[in-house]
């Protein structure tokens, strides 16, 4: 039997309810991190293949602007590691 993932496009939203981006989610569980190869539509103008590692992606909408992502490699792939406290929370 083939182990066939769960996959969802979902909106990803700031706590103030501001597009951040359109991700491509493949199983279950919380958002914790984005894969670069996996955004599908960028909302804040900002992700890009250059920037470097470490860069911080701000909700430009949200006054005062805060901090929603950070760059960073994991498994050795470009993502964006969310900042729990100022993304809406996305459970699949």
Not at 29 to 55: F, M, N
Not at 73 to 91: K, M
Request: with cysteine; charged share 30%.
């Amino acid at each position: 039997m083939g182990n066939k993932e769960k996959v969802k496009s979902l909106t990803v939203y700031c706590d103030k309810g501001h597009k951040l981006w359109r991700y491509r989610k493949i199983g279950g569980g919380r958002l914790i991190k984005c894969y670069e190869d996996e955004i599908g539509r960028d909302y804040t103008g900002q992700i890009s293949e250059e920037l470097e590692l470490g860069a911080i992606i701000y909700c430009t909408q949200c006054e005062p602007i805060v901090a929603v992502a950070f760059l960073t490699l994991i498994h050795g792939r470009r993502a964006y590691e969310l900042e729990q406290s100022n993304v809406r929370r996305v459970r699949t």
